[in-house]
Protein backbone atom coordinates (compact mmCIF):
# COMPACT_ATOMS: atom_id res chain seq x y z
CA UNK A 1 0.00 0.00 0.00
CA UNK A 2 1.45 3.22 -0.95
CA UNK A 3 0.39 6.63 0.47
CA UNK A 4 1.39 10.51 -0.06
CA UNK A 5 1.51 13.49 2.09
CA UNK A 6 0.90 16.78 0.31
CA UNK A 7 4.68 17.10 -0.15
CA UNK A 8 4.91 14.06 -2.01
CA UNK A 9 6.75 11.44 0.39
CA UNK A 10 5.80 8.45 -0.14
CA UNK A 11 5.26 5.50 2.57
CA UNK A 12 5.17 2.10 0.96
CA UNK A 13 3.14 -0.47 3.90
CA UNK A 14 3.02 -4.20 3.00
CA UNK A 15 1.28 -7.42 4.57
CA UNK A 16 2.46 -8.43 7.63
CA UNK A 17 4.00 -11.96 7.92
CA UNK A 18 1.57 -14.23 8.76
CA UNK A 19 0.31 -17.88 8.19
CA UNK A 20 -1.53 -16.90 5.19
CA UNK A 21 1.70 -15.44 3.59
CA UNK A 22 2.14 -16.62 0.47
CA UNK A 23 5.90 -19.02 0.15
CA UNK A 24 6.18 -17.76 -3.73
CA UNK A 25 5.38 -13.88 -3.26
CA UNK A 26 9.00 -13.29 -2.74
CA UNK A 27 10.98 -15.37 -3.27
CA UNK A 28 13.51 -14.69 -6.00
CA UNK A 29 14.47 -17.53 -9.09
CA UNK A 30 17.12 -20.35 -8.73
CA UNK A 31 16.67 -19.08 -4.65
CA UNK A 32 19.19 -21.86 -3.15
CA UNK A 33 21.70 -21.68 -6.12
CA UNK A 34 21.58 -17.71 -5.48
CA UNK A 35 22.06 -17.87 -1.43
CA UNK A 36 24.48 -19.83 -1.54
CA UNK A 37 26.50 -17.71 -3.87
CA UNK A 38 26.40 -14.90 -1.54
CA UNK A 39 28.70 -17.47 0.87
CA UNK A 40 31.16 -18.33 -1.08
CA UNK A 41 33.66 -16.01 0.65
CA UNK A 42 32.05 -16.58 3.55
CA UNK A 43 34.35 -18.50 6.54
CA UNK A 44 31.65 -21.18 8.62
CA UNK A 45 31.47 -19.38 12.03
CA UNK A 46 31.57 -16.17 10.60
CA UNK A 47 29.60 -13.13 12.08
CA UNK A 48 27.00 -11.65 9.61
CA UNK A 49 25.95 -8.35 11.25
CA UNK A 50 27.28 -6.22 8.98
CA UNK A 51 26.48 -8.34 5.58
CA UNK A 52 24.23 -6.38 3.37
CA UNK A 53 21.75 -8.29 1.00
CA UNK A 54 21.29 -7.28 -2.45
CA UNK A 55 17.35 -5.98 -2.72
CA UNK A 56 16.85 -9.25 -4.66
CA UNK A 57 17.09 -11.19 -1.45
CA UNK A 58 14.90 -8.47 0.10
CA UNK A 59 11.17 -8.01 1.43
CA UNK A 60 9.82 -4.70 1.21
CA UNK A 61 9.75 -4.14 4.91
CA UNK A 62 12.10 -2.99 7.65
CA UNK A 63 13.64 -5.33 10.66
CA UNK A 64 12.16 -3.03 12.65
CA UNK A 65 8.72 -3.39 11.00
CA UNK A 66 8.82 -7.15 11.69
CA UNK A 67 9.81 -6.91 15.35
CA UNK A 68 6.62 -4.54 15.01
CA UNK A 69 4.55 -6.66 13.74
CA UNK A 70 4.70 -9.27 16.56
CA UNK A 71 3.41 -7.34 18.55
CA UNK A 72 0.96 -4.85 17.29
CA UNK A 73 -0.44 -7.15 13.94
CA UNK A 74 -2.79 -9.73 16.08
CA UNK A 75 -5.89 -11.50 15.14
CA UNK A 76 -6.70 -11.97 18.81
CA UNK A 77 -5.93 -10.17 21.73
CA UNK A 78 -3.64 -12.16 24.10
CA UNK A 79 -2.76 -8.84 26.08
CA UNK A 80 -6.25 -8.37 26.95
CA UNK A 81 -6.54 -12.08 28.30
CA UNK A 82 -3.74 -11.92 30.23
CA UNK A 83 -4.69 -8.27 31.65
CA UNK A 84 -8.15 -9.88 32.95
CA UNK A 85 -7.22 -13.35 33.94
CA UNK A 86 -8.29 -13.15 38.35
CA UNK A 87 -5.04 -15.15 39.24
CA UNK A 88 -1.68 -15.01 39.44
CA UNK A 89 -1.22 -18.21 37.66
CA UNK A 90 -3.96 -17.85 34.80
CA UNK A 91 -1.59 -14.55 34.07
CA UNK A 92 1.46 -16.32 33.95
CA UNK A 93 -0.02 -18.75 31.51
CA UNK A 94 -1.47 -16.58 29.47
CA UNK A 95 1.70 -14.55 29.28
CA UNK A 96 3.52 -18.11 27.93
CA UNK A 97 0.78 -18.12 25.96
CA UNK A 98 1.64 -14.56 24.69
CA UNK A 99 5.37 -14.86 24.25
CA UNK A 100 4.70 -17.83 21.76
CA UNK A 101 2.72 -15.66 19.44
CA UNK A 102 5.07 -13.19 19.21
CA UNK A 103 7.30 -15.99 17.06
CA UNK A 104 6.08 -15.25 13.25
CA UNK A 105 6.44 -16.65 9.71
CA UNK A 106 9.01 -15.69 7.79
CA UNK A 107 9.97 -16.34 4.29
CA UNK A 108 12.93 -18.63 3.16
CA UNK A 109 15.32 -17.08 1.45
CA UNK A 110 14.60 -13.44 1.82
CA UNK A 111 14.76 -11.07 4.91
CA UNK A 112 13.58 -7.41 5.97
CA UNK A 113 16.14 -4.67 5.09
CA UNK A 114 18.87 -3.49 7.96
CA UNK A 115 17.15 -0.44 9.59
CA UNK A 116 19.49 2.57 9.58
CA UNK A 117 20.53 4.65 12.45
CA UNK A 118 18.11 6.67 13.64
CA UNK A 119 14.87 4.85 11.86
CA UNK A 120 11.66 4.70 13.86
CA UNK A 121 8.92 2.70 13.24
CA UNK A 122 5.46 3.98 14.89
CA UNK A 123 2.40 2.36 14.41
CA UNK A 124 -0.99 1.86 17.36
CA UNK A 125 -4.05 -0.64 17.18
CA UNK A 126 -7.14 0.57 19.19
CA UNK A 127 -5.01 1.92 22.44
CA UNK A 128 -1.74 0.30 22.02
CA UNK A 129 0.87 2.54 20.75
CA UNK A 130 4.23 0.93 19.82
CA UNK A 131 7.44 3.21 19.00
CA UNK A 132 10.76 1.69 17.87
CA UNK A 133 14.00 2.42 16.95
CA UNK A 134 17.34 1.78 15.50
CA UNK A 135 19.39 2.79 18.47
CA UNK A 136 22.59 1.60 17.45
CA UNK A 137 23.85 0.23 13.85
CA UNK A 138 27.15 -1.77 14.69
CA UNK A 139 25.98 -3.51 16.02
CA UNK A 140 22.40 -3.42 15.18
CA UNK A 141 20.62 -2.92 18.29
CA UNK A 142 16.27 -2.35 18.02
CA UNK A 143 14.74 -0.93 21.17
CA UNK A 144 10.72 -0.84 21.37
CA UNK A 145 8.48 0.89 23.65
CA UNK A 146 4.69 -0.06 23.62
CA UNK A 147 2.33 1.42 25.89
CA UNK A 148 -1.73 0.71 26.67
CA UNK A 149 -3.10 3.70 28.94
CA UNK A 150 -6.78 1.94 28.87
CA UNK A 151 -4.93 -1.37 29.97
CA UNK A 152 -2.04 -0.08 31.99
CA UNK A 153 0.16 -2.08 30.22
CA UNK A 154 3.79 -1.77 29.24
CA UNK A 155 6.24 -3.49 26.97
CA UNK A 156 10.44 -2.86 26.71
CA UNK A 157 12.36 -4.52 24.33
CA UNK A 158 16.10 -4.50 23.38
CA UNK A 159 17.10 -6.74 20.55
CA UNK A 160 20.53 -7.17 18.62
CA UNK A 161 20.16 -9.77 16.43
CA UNK A 162 23.45 -11.78 15.77
CA UNK A 163 23.62 -13.78 12.29
CA UNK A 164 26.25 -16.84 12.05
CA UNK A 165 27.41 -18.51 8.97
CA UNK A 166 28.19 -22.57 9.54
CA UNK A 167 28.33 -23.95 6.10
CA UNK A 168 24.65 -25.51 5.69
CA UNK A 169 22.92 -22.61 7.87
CA UNK A 170 22.77 -19.60 9.29
CA UNK A 171 21.66 -19.20 12.63
CA UNK A 172 20.32 -15.75 14.29
CA UNK A 173 20.77 -15.56 17.92
CA UNK A 174 18.23 -12.72 19.30
CA UNK A 175 20.19 -11.27 22.15
CA UNK A 176 18.70 -8.93 24.87
CA UNK A 177 15.93 -7.95 27.32
CA UNK A 178 11.98 -8.37 26.95
CA UNK A 179 9.67 -6.86 29.37
CA UNK A 180 6.04 -6.53 30.12
CA UNK A 181 4.71 -5.16 32.54
CA UNK A 182 0.77 -5.74 33.99
CA UNK A 183 0.87 -2.04 36.05
CA UNK A 184 -2.75 -2.98 37.83
CA UNK A 185 -1.11 -5.79 39.16
CA UNK A 186 2.41 -5.21 39.98
CA UNK A 187 3.65 -7.82 37.92
CA UNK A 188 6.78 -7.82 35.40
CA UNK A 189 7.16 -10.57 33.15
CA UNK A 190 11.33 -10.94 31.97
CA UNK A 191 11.96 -13.10 28.96
CA UNK A 192 14.23 -13.50 26.19
CA UNK A 193 13.47 -14.92 22.42
CA UNK A 194 14.35 -17.79 20.36
CA UNK A 195 16.62 -17.77 17.70
CA UNK A 196 16.44 -17.97 14.08
CA UNK A 197 17.34 -20.77 11.90
CA UNK A 198 18.26 -20.72 8.27
CA UNK A 199 18.71 -24.08 6.53
CA UNK A 200 19.81 -24.20 3.67
CA UNK A 201 20.25 -27.71 3.12
CA UNK A 202 17.36 -29.10 2.85
CA UNK A 203 15.61 -25.72 2.65
CA UNK A 204 14.44 -24.86 5.81
CA UNK A 205 13.85 -21.73 8.36
CA UNK A 206 12.41 -22.22 11.96
CA UNK A 207 12.82 -20.59 15.67
CA UNK A 208 15.31 -22.76 18.06
CA UNK A 209 16.69 -22.41 21.21
CA UNK A 210 15.80 -22.37 24.60
CA UNK A 211 13.56 -19.63 26.28
CA UNK A 212 13.18 -18.64 29.86
CA UNK A 213 9.97 -16.48 31.15
CA UNK A 214 10.31 -15.12 34.48
CA UNK A 215 7.80 -13.46 37.43
CA UNK A 216 9.71 -12.29 40.42
CA UNK A 217 6.36 -11.30 41.84
CA UNK A 218 4.80 -14.20 42.03
CA UNK A 219 8.00 -16.96 41.83
CA UNK A 220 6.09 -18.12 38.51
CA UNK A 221 8.59 -19.21 35.79
CA UNK A 222 8.36 -21.04 32.15
CA UNK A 223 10.68 -23.05 30.37
CA UNK A 224 10.81 -23.73 26.35
CA UNK A 225 12.29 -25.22 23.92
CA UNK A 226 11.68 -24.46 20.21
CA UNK A 227 12.79 -27.52 18.32
CA UNK A 228 13.31 -27.97 14.66
CA UNK A 229 13.73 -30.72 12.05
CA UNK A 230 16.73 -32.49 12.39
CA UNK A 231 18.54 -33.04 9.18
CA UNK A 232 17.14 -36.79 8.98
CA UNK A 233 13.60 -35.48 9.95
CA UNK A 234 13.29 -36.81 13.23
CA UNK A 235 11.67 -34.29 14.96
CA UNK A 236 8.75 -32.28 13.67
CA UNK A 237 9.33 -28.76 12.62
CA UNK A 238 8.18 -25.59 14.62
CA UNK A 239 7.97 -27.56 17.34
CA UNK A 240 7.57 -26.59 21.19
CA UNK A 241 8.42 -28.45 24.42
CA UNK A 242 8.66 -26.92 28.12
CA UNK A 243 7.16 -26.69 31.27
CA UNK A 244 5.44 -24.25 34.00
CA UNK A 245 7.36 -23.96 38.00
CA UNK A 246 7.44 -22.27 40.75
CA UNK A 247 11.44 -21.31 41.44
CA UNK A 248 10.78 -21.57 44.96
CA UNK A 249 10.72 -25.46 44.87
CA UNK A 250 11.69 -25.99 41.04
CA UNK A 251 8.76 -28.47 41.07
CA UNK A 252 6.44 -28.53 37.33
CA UNK A 253 3.41 -27.29 37.55
CA UNK A 254 2.24 -27.91 33.88
CA UNK A 255 3.94 -29.53 30.97
CA UNK A 256 3.78 -27.46 27.51
CA UNK A 257 4.12 -29.05 24.03
CA UNK A 258 2.59 -28.21 21.00
CA UNK A 259 3.73 -26.01 17.48
CA UNK A 260 4.20 -22.52 17.62
CA UNK A 261 2.65 -22.25 14.10
CA UNK A 262 -0.59 -24.26 15.30
CA UNK A 263 -1.38 -25.34 18.43
CA UNK A 264 0.42 -25.39 22.15
CA UNK A 265 -1.05 -27.49 24.60
CA UNK A 266 -0.18 -27.64 28.76
CA UNK A 267 -1.06 -30.58 31.06
CA UNK A 268 -1.96 -30.37 34.45
CA UNK A 269 0.53 -32.93 36.43
CA UNK A 270 -1.41 -33.38 39.24
CA UNK A 271 -4.80 -34.48 37.57
CA UNK A 272 -3.51 -35.44 33.12
CA UNK A 273 -5.66 -32.66 32.31
CA UNK A 274 -5.09 -31.04 28.88
CA UNK A 275 -5.76 -27.30 27.64
CA UNK A 276 -4.86 -25.71 24.44
CA UNK A 277 -3.46 -22.25 25.73
CA UNK A 278 -2.09 -21.40 21.99
CA UNK A 279 -3.94 -21.34 18.55
CA UNK A 280 -1.90 -19.28 16.09
CA UNK A 281 -4.86 -19.48 13.64
CA UNK A 282 -6.52 -17.57 15.92
CA UNK A 283 -3.48 -14.93 16.46
CA UNK A 284 -1.62 -14.80 13.27
CA UNK A 285 -3.87 -15.71 10.57
CA UNK A 286 -5.98 -12.60 8.97
CA UNK A 287 -4.11 -10.28 9.40
CA UNK A 288 -4.27 -6.46 8.34
CA UNK A 289 -2.33 -4.13 6.58
CA UNK A 290 -1.59 -0.78 8.80
CA UNK A 291 -2.72 2.02 6.82
CA UNK A 292 -1.56 5.54 7.18
CA UNK A 293 -4.00 7.63 8.76
CA UNK A 294 -2.37 11.10 9.60
CA UNK A 295 0.62 11.60 6.55
CA UNK A 296 1.73 14.65 8.00
CA UNK A 297 2.15 12.99 11.62
CA UNK A 298 4.82 10.22 10.17
CA UNK A 299 8.21 11.43 10.68
CA UNK A 300 10.97 11.64 8.01
CA UNK A 301 12.63 8.82 9.68
CA UNK A 302 10.00 6.31 9.68
CA UNK A 303 10.91 2.97 8.07
CA UNK A 304 7.58 3.12 5.53
CA UNK A 305 9.27 6.78 4.51
CA UNK A 306 13.13 6.33 4.16
CA UNK A 307 12.70 2.73 2.68
CA UNK A 308 9.60 3.38 0.20
CA UNK A 309 11.60 3.75 -2.94
CA UNK A 310 13.04 0.07 -2.40
CA UNK A 311 9.83 -1.42 -1.79
CA UNK A 312 8.49 -0.11 -4.89
CA UNK A 313 11.33 -1.61 -6.69
CA UNK A 314 10.60 -4.62 -5.07
CA UNK A 315 6.83 -5.10 -5.10
CA UNK A 316 7.28 -4.09 -9.04
CA UNK A 317 10.22 -6.40 -9.69
CA UNK A 318 12.42 -3.61 -10.84
CA UNK A 319 15.55 -4.38 -9.17
CA UNK A 320 17.58 -1.80 -10.96
CA UNK A 321 15.57 0.93 -9.37
CA UNK A 322 15.79 -1.44 -6.15
CA UNK A 323 19.02 -1.51 -6.24
CA UNK A 324 19.58 2.03 -6.84
CA UNK A 325 17.28 3.41 -3.97
CA UNK A 326 19.35 0.92 -1.51
CA UNK A 327 22.82 2.42 -2.75
CA UNK A 328 21.67 5.51 -1.98
CA UNK A 329 20.32 4.92 1.37
CA UNK A 330 23.43 3.51 2.08
CA UNK A 331 25.84 5.93 1.09
CA UNK A 332 23.56 8.89 2.62
CA UNK A 333 24.51 7.03 5.80
CA UNK A 334 28.07 6.58 5.20
CA UNK A 335 27.77 10.38 4.77
CA UNK A 336 26.36 11.09 8.09
CA UNK A 337 28.96 8.84 9.58
CA UNK A 338 31.80 10.82 8.20
CA UNK A 339 30.14 13.63 9.23
CA UNK A 340 29.95 13.03 12.61
CA UNK A 341 33.54 11.60 13.01
CA UNK A 342 35.14 14.98 11.77
CA UNK A 343 33.38 16.77 14.36
CA UNK A 344 33.46 14.51 16.96
CA UNK A 345 30.13 14.05 17.50
CA UNK A 346 28.14 10.71 19.14
CA UNK A 347 25.04 9.70 17.88
CA UNK A 348 22.27 9.80 20.99
CA UNK A 349 19.28 7.99 20.43
CA UNK A 350 15.73 10.12 20.13
CA UNK A 351 13.64 8.08 22.44
CA UNK A 352 15.76 5.49 24.21
CA UNK A 353 18.58 5.50 27.16
CA UNK A 354 21.09 2.71 25.39
CA UNK A 355 23.24 0.82 27.83
CA UNK A 356 25.28 -2.20 28.19
CA UNK A 357 24.52 -4.34 31.12
CA UNK A 358 27.24 -5.83 33.64
CA UNK A 359 25.52 -9.53 32.44
CA UNK A 360 26.86 -8.19 28.70
CA UNK A 361 23.53 -7.81 27.00
CA UNK A 362 21.77 -4.26 25.55
CA UNK A 363 19.20 -2.89 27.85
CA UNK A 364 17.00 0.28 26.45
CA UNK A 365 15.05 2.58 28.68
CA UNK A 366 12.03 4.69 27.60
CA UNK A 367 12.48 8.54 27.47
CA UNK A 368 9.16 8.63 27.69
CA UNK A 369 6.39 7.04 30.00
CA UNK A 370 3.66 6.73 27.25
CA UNK A 371 4.06 6.17 23.85
CA UNK A 372 1.40 8.76 22.05
CA UNK A 373 -1.25 7.54 19.12
CA UNK A 374 0.89 6.80 16.07
CA UNK A 375 -0.40 8.58 12.57
CA UNK A 376 0.11 4.70 11.17
CA UNK A 377 -2.60 2.43 12.46
CA UNK A 378 -3.89 -1.02 11.89
CA UNK A 379 -7.77 -1.59 11.28
CA UNK A 380 -9.96 -2.98 14.23
Wanted: proline letters at 7%; aromatic letters at 8%; a positive charge.
Amino acid sequence: MVTKDKDGTRFVLTKPMSLDEDPDVYQAPNLVRRILSLFVNVRPGSDLTNFQLPPLFNIPKSHLQCFGESVYCVGKDLLHKCNIAESSQDRFICMVAWSISTARPSVFGVAPYNPVLGETHHVSRGNLNVLLEQVSHHPPVTALHATDKEENIEMIWCQNPVPKFYGTKVEAEVQGIRQLKLLNHGETYVMNSPSLLIRFLPPGLDWVGKVKIQCQQTGLEAELCYLSNSFLGRRGSHSIKGRIYHSSSLNTLYEIEGHWNSTVTMKDVNNGKKTVIYNAKEVISGLKTPIVKDPQGVLPSESAAVWSSVSEGILSKNWEKAREAKKSIEEKQRELVKDRNSKGQTWIPKYFNLSYTKECVWDCSPTQKWVPPAPIVVPL
